[in-house]
């Protein structure tokens, strides 16, 4: 037990000292939007982790409401939701196909299809690039698109519409799916459902864009929780959600070969003395499995937490700043090193340094960009 600790701690340490000593790349960095108040569209800047500096490009695609964006894992593509409740005469939104170049970093545009589903606000690209999976929020359902040779989106080849509701009846009167994840092995699909109080777990067979029912179906967090994001810390153990309506975070064990999260821990991602409206957005890990970050919108800040390597517990570490009004979505950096938190009522995003011992977050410089609610990262492709 004594040499499978150290063996336990070592490879650890050396993930850590990778990521610190692995090569600077640049990245270009996507920014998702609202549209509603000057935003165009799909923002684009260029990012240089060796001195955390954000280069803005300027208006990269214009579309309506890219509110989330993800980019294939072959960084060739990139798939935006637009968030509304009405396409083509369909009671749905959309979600577009961008091809990336991956020198410059223009944005070409594919195709457009309904999401089946009103207001689509979370999507995200399978492991192996065959298909995208939507959430529709004001739909409550979630569905798969298969992605062809070129990047451009077939319809949707499976479609999974949730039932229920949960004891909020203002906000929890019917399924809410707010997001939507591919765990690490590619098997198995969860969707985080604001109005159901759940988790919901599908089987994924990404070569064919299918979703079926898992066993177990799904997990709980405490009633009138909201789940709306989730991630999947790098191991594979354990699992987390946000609970938007109680700012909270709930952790997970996670049985990988079964798809079975069971509920451990919930904690608040607030300071006791805190007292005002608040909601939290966006959920992510950090590469190295150290720290868990959400961002809150009222408090206006990111809670930082540190995970328990063998439990996967939490324990609130603090809450920094995002020195702007409304953070919502937020992204590490792939070498680890940094955090960019967009800031949605100020047009601006803040660029935090991570203390790679600590996990604390030191805040820079803020850079403006239009309504920002989702960022993500993408290679620059090398000369």
């Given at each position: 037990?004594?040499?499978?600790?150290?063996?336990?701690?070592?490879?650890?340490?050396?993930?850590?000292?990778?990521?610190?000593?692995?090569?600077?790349?640049?990245?270009?960095?996507?920014?998702?939007?609202?549209?509603?108040?000057?935003?165009?569209?799909?923002?684009?800047?260029?990012?240089?982790?060796?001195?955390?500096?954000?280069?803005?490009?300027?208006?990269?695609?214009?579309?309506?409401?890219?509110?989330?964006?993800?980019?294939?894992?072959?960084?060739?593509?990139?798939?935006?939701?637009?968030?509304?409740?009405?396409?083509?005469?369909?009671?749905?939104?959309?979600?577009?196909?961008?091809?990336?170049?991956?020198?410059?970093?223009?944005?070409?545009?594919?195709?457009?299809?309904?999401?089946?589903?009103?207001?689509?606000?979370?999507?995200?690209?399978?492991?192996?690039?065959?298909?995208?999976?939507?959430?529709?929020?004001?739909?409550?359902?979630?569905?798969?698109?298969?992605?062809?040779?070129?990047?451009?989106?077939?319809?949707?080849?499976?479609?999974?519409?949730?039932?229920?509701?949960?004891?909020?009846?203002?906000?929890?009167?019917?399924?809410?799916?707010?997001?939507?994840?591919?765990?690490?092995?590619?098997?198995?699909?969860?969707?985080?459902?604001?109005?159901?109080?759940?988790?919901?777990?599908?089987?994924?067979?990404?070569?064919?864009?299918?979703?079926?029912?898992?066993?177990?179906?799904?997990?709980?967090?405490?009633?009138?929780?909201?789940?709306r994001h989730f991630a999947f810390h790098p191991t594979a153990k354990f699992g987390y959600t946000n609970n938007?309506?109680?700012?909270?975070?709930?952790?997970?064990?996670?049985?990988?070969?079964?798809?079975?999260?069971?509920?451990?821990?919930?904690?608040?991602?607030?300071?006791?003395?805190?007292?005002?409206?608040?909601?939290?957005?966006?959920?992510?890990?950090?590469?190295?499995?150290?720290?868990?970050?959400?961002?809150?919108?009222?408090?206006?800040?990111?809670?930082?937490?540190?995970?328990?390597?063998?439990?996967?517990?939490?324990?609130?570490?603090?809450?920094?700043?995002?020195?702007?009004?409304?953070?919502?979505?937020?992204?590490?950096?792939?070498?680890?090193?940094?955090?960019?938190?967009?800031?949605?009522d100020t047009d601006n995003i803040m660029i935090f340094k991570i203390d790679p011992k600590s996990g604390r977050l030191k805040a820079g410089k803020l850079v403006e960009a239009p309504r920002p609610?989702?960022?993500?990262?993408?290679?620059?492709?090398?000369?």
């Amino acid at each position: 037990m004594i040499r499978m600790k150290w063996i336990s701690k070592f490879c650890l340490l050396a993930l850590v000292s990778l990521m610190q000593a692995a090569p600077k790349s640049e990245y270009f960095v996507y920014i998702g939007t609202y549209t509603d108040k000057g935003s165009k569209g799909i923002y684009g800047f260029r990012f240089h982790p060796s001195g955390g500096r954000l280069e803005p490009m300027g208006l990269m695609a214009e579309t309506v409401s890219p509110s989330y964006v993800a980019a294939s894992p072959n960084h060739k593509f990139l798939y935006a939701v637009n968030e509304t409740d009405n396409f083509g005469g369909q009671k749905a939104g959309s979600v577009s196909a961008y091809a990336i170049d991956g020198k410059t970093g223009k944005l070409t545009f594919l195709n457009q299809v309904s999401s089946r589903g009103g207001a689509p606000c979370h999507l995200v690209v399978d492991k192996t690039n065959k298909c995208v999976l939507v959430a529709n929020y004001n739909g409550g359902s979630v569905a798969a698109f298969p992605i062809k040779e070129d990047g451009r989106l077939g319809e949707a080849s499976a479609f999974v519409q949730h039932t229920g509701s949960s004891v909020d009846k203002g906000r929890q009167e019917g399924p809410h799916a707010h997001g939507i994840y591919a765990s690490a092995d590619n098997r198995f699909a969860v969707a985080a459902d604001l109005g159901l109080d759940q988790v919901v777990v599908y089987k994924l067979d990404a070569a064919n864009g299918a979703l079926t029912p898992n066993d177990p179906p799904f997990a709980k967090v405490p009633p009138g929780g909201g789940p709306r994001h989730f991630a999947f810390h790098p191991t594979a153990k354990f699992g987390y959600t946000n609970n938007e309506m109680t700012s909270s975070v709930t952790a997970f064990t996670y049985d990988a070969g079964r798809g079975a999260l069971n509920s451990i821990q919930t904690i608040s991602t607030l300071p006791k003395d805190f007292s005002g409206d608040n909601s939290t957005a966006e959920i992510a890990a950090h590469p190295s499995g150290r720290f868990l970050y959400v961002s809150n919108r009222g408090h206006n800040s990111i809670a930082v937490f540190a995970i328990d390597a063998k439990k996967g517990t939490l324990t609130a570490l603090e809450h920094a700043s995002t020195q702007g009004k409304t953070p919502r979505g937020f992204a590490i950096d792939p070498t680890g090193g940094y955090l960019l938190a967009g800031n949605q009522d100020t047009d601006n995003i803040m660029i935090f340094k991570i203390d790679p011992k600590s996990g604390r977050l030191k805040a820079g410089k803020l850079v403006e960009a239009p309504r920002p609610v989702a960022v993500a990262f993408v290679p620059v492709a090398a000369k």
